[in-house]
């Protein structure tokens, strides 16, 4: 967990970046070459407020002016540079040779001979408040002693570490060349891994363990450096340095720290130092960047995606400081700054401070003279057309904006059946473009196709102003599915129950992880058990979605078109006569014209070829003979084109089961039959369901009282299938006469 607090980083040495380095422990160079004062560049062209340095990071907050740090990493240093509130020039800090910094919250820098705080022995003060005094160095190596706060300039808390690895608070003072050492009582005699705040008032608070070896337990204690004892005392889940990652902060009214929970889950535990009543503060989780500080009666925190927040630790009120910050620092006065941006005055460095009611108030005390853009939609990442079949499904959209602190809402809406598909884009990591991939589907079904109404409106995360909108249509695309009747390029399966009501699942046009599925199941309507067959023929209508062939007991044929929405327009009659014929399939295009035809079997065992003409008040030519013998066969299923040949195949199961394959001579005839295999008996229905998986070839669902299987086709005509399991209609074999 990394929280984007400065102190969290300061403290223990110049930020992770010092860390990350690892920079190893060792003696430091003199104190005037290791701290040595220079000129930073500045440009305080026509500024009342002093400049922070573009592109440093903010290292900590002192009573008169503020510290900075950037990072060589062609070097591999970091340099401290202070920067004074009342325009003085501004100091540049070279960094120490194999040790780091560490800041208090006051104007006094440390160099020392480690990169973490806690363990620098050898150490040297420098007063940024009288740049021209001479650095005061401390031996603590001597004591066996390591750094915990500054407490003046020339006087720090220490830790002493004592024969039986336990540790004492000293205050250590450099007088001239005299050394003296006070000792802070009213601590267990076992404390071990202090660490400690921000100096203020004269009193330091300090976290560290306690109990037995096998039992050791988080404290807090308050340090009255003048009086030279603890006079409060907290516990907490954590205890030494080397276990949080969070600083340890405190006000006149209110001591608070960081938590974590087993969930990851981060909080402020904040106590009141009158009446001890504690109360948690929900950040996030240990992924987000938080800082936090006390201001008075107030805990101040945010994160670098989300304003500046002031809670109220006595009323529980919040208030929005109207700040874009991404790092926080505390200062020695009780007061603590913020680095962002605010819409009014743009970038720079913000002080918090409780105002005369004890409210915290915001005034900007350091200006990058960087102002922030007005928010705007600059430029639009997309195509006006989606065709998902040459994208594998997927839209990637995008806008770049004039910022980056602002949230972009979008809304896709199919201007057809008033779909809609929304979603909410935060800052990116790096940059202003805000982006995200569609995956085709709304409400957890392919979306269909047709012009879409794209809406974006981004909004400011401070929400001050008015939010920036664009908009503009995008055409989704895909080629045409027979057996679709949403169209939205996934294949529907129909199937009639007992009461004759006919349902429709849609699949997934891409079937998620391989399995085919249901994504959604609609009732079309009661009134389908009047017919003897149902057939799904295709496009017999001139539309890109599939239409429905029925023939009553009469021996009427009606046509059902379907109007791309689900559902379909009122039948037509479209022939008579169709009483003679037990077994009928449509949908494949048997002669290569690029219609859907249709073929029946009479009693006689005659198959009749049914030319498709593209006209649905008459879809079919007059019959053509094809040949005899079909009698043999209790099931066909025109399945397209499974094999590669010149035009749509189709299946025949016998009585015996076995399953056997015409492939399409491309004249409406079949060229001689293959055997595909036997045990197809265990099915009562077979769907020739069109391209199931988006490999290119047409496939075929079979559906029985023994469970329903998917099978692929392979392109093979000696091995057409390879069967899949899919829970398509599971535990429904025996629910449903017609599935087409």
Do not use: C
């Not at 430091?28 to 009342?48: H, L």
């Not at 199919?414 to 809609?420: C, I, N, R």
């Not at 009585?655 to 409406?668: C, H, I, M, P, S």
């Not at 099978?711 to 399991?725: D, E, I, L, N, Q």
């Amino acid at each position: 967990m990394q929280l984007r607090t400065t102190r969290s980083r300061l403290a223990t040495a110049v930020t992770a970046v010092l860390a990350v380095i690892a920079l190893g422990a060792g003696t430091p160079a003199t104190a005037p070459a290791a701290f040595a004062t220079t000129s930073a560049p500045s440009e305080q062209a026509d500024a009342a407020l002093p400049v922070y340095p573009e592109g440093f990071y903010l290292a900590g907050a002192g009573t008169s002016g503020f510290f900075t740090y950037d990072y060589d990493k062609v070097n591999r240093i970091t340099d401290l540079v202070w920067t004074p509130y009342d325009g003085g020039a501004s100091k540049r800090l070279r960094h120490p040779k194999k040790g780091g910094y560490a800041l208090a919250g006051n104007d006094v820098a440390v160099v020392g001979d480690d990169s973490w705080s806690v363990s620098m022995q050898s150490i040297t003060l420098w007063n940024m408040a009288d740049p021209a005094a001479p650095g005061v160095h401390i031996d603590l190596d001597a004591l066996d002693g390591g750094y915990l706060a500054t407490l003046s300039p020339t006087s720090v808390l220490a830790q002493i570490w004592k024969a039986d690895d336990t540790a004492e608070l000293v205050v250590v003072t450099k007088s001239g060349a005299t050394t003296t050492t006070r000792k802070m009582t009213g601590l267990p005699t076992d404390a071990t891994d202090f660490s400690a705040s921000t100096v203020l008032g004269g009193s330091v608070l300090v976290r560290y363990a306690a109990g037995p070896p096998e039992a050791r337990t988080g404290h807090r204690a308050l340090i009255d450096v003048a009086a030279g004892t603890a006079t409060e005392t907290y516990s907490s889940a954590k205890s030494g340095y080397n276990e949080d990652s969070g600083h340890l902060t405190f006000s006149a009214a209110h001591v608070a720290w960081l938590d974590q929970t087993d969930s990851n889950s981060i909080y402020v535990t904040s106590v009141d130092r009158k009446t001890g009543e504690e109360k948690k503060t929900f950040l996030g989780h240990e992924t987000n960047e938080w800082y936090y500080e006390l201001v008075g009666d107030w805990l101040v925190y945010g994160a670098y995606w989300a304003p500046a927040k002031a809670l109220s630790l006595t009323s529980g009120e919040t208030r929005d400081l109207g700040v874009m910050a991404s790092e926080s620092a505390p200062s020695a006065d009780g007061s603590a700054v913020l680095r962002g941006s605010r819409d009014a005055d743009g970038d720079g460095l913000f002080r918090v401070a409780a105002g005369p009611d004890g409210i915290p108030a915001v005034t900007k005390v350091a200006e990058t003279g960087r102002v922030m853009p007005p928010l705007e939609i600059r430029q639009v990442h997309a195509s006006g057309t989606a065709d998902l079949d040459k994208t594998a499904g997927k839209v990637a959209l995008g806008w770049t904006l004039s910022r980056a602190d602002a949230y972009l809402d979008v809304t896709l809406t199919h201007t057809a059946t008033g779909k809609e598909f929304t979603k909410r884009l935060t800052a990116p990591a790096s940059g202003t473009r805000f982006s995200f991939t569609w995956d085709g589907v709304i409400g957890g079904v392919d979306a269909p196709n047709g012009t879409y109404a794209v809406e974006a409106e981004a909004t400011l995360l401070d929400g001050v102003g008015e939010p920036a909108r664009q908009g503009w249509s995008m055409d989704v695309v895909r080629t045409a599915d027979p057996h679709d009747y949403t169209n939205n390029g996934s294949t529907d399966i129909l199937a009639r129950d007992a009461s004759g009501v006919l349902w429709r699942d849609d699949l997934r046009d891409r079937p998620v992880n391989g399995q085919v599925t249901s994504a959604q199941r609609a009732k079309i309507g009661g009134g389908w058990g009047i017919y003897k067959q149902i057939e799904a023929v295709g496009n017999v209508g001139g539309a890109a979605p599939g239409d429905v062939i029925a023939v009553d007991g009469s021996g009427v044929q009606w046509l059902y078109l379907a109007k791309g929405d689900g559902t379909f327009a009122p039948r037509v009659q479209v022939g008579t006569g169709w009483q003679v014929y037990n077994k009928l399939t449509g949908g494949s295009d048997l002669d290569g014209d690029g219609r859907a035809d249709l073929v029946a079997t009479d009693g006689a065992g005659v198959l009749w070829f049914y030319k498709g003409t593209g006209n649905y008040a008459k879809p079919y030519a007059p019959r053509v003979k094809v040949g005899g013998g079909w009698q043999t066969y209790n099931h066909i299923t025109a399945v397209g084109n499974i094999a590669g040949t010149a035009a749509g195949d189709m299946v025949a199961r016998d009585t015996y089961g076995v399953l056997w394959l015409y492939q399409g001579n491309g004249r409406g005839g079949f060229s001689t039959r293959v055997k595909v295999g036997g045990g197809w008996g265990v099915f009562s229905q077979f769907v020739g369901a069109g391209d199931l998986d988006n490999d290119g070839r047409p496939d075929l669902i079979a559906y029985g009282a023994g469970g329903t299987y998917v099978y692929r086709s392979t392109g093979s005509s000696t091995a057409p299938f390879s069967r899949r399991t899919t829970s398509l209609y599971t535990g429904e074999g025996a629910k449903f006469n017609n599935v087409i």
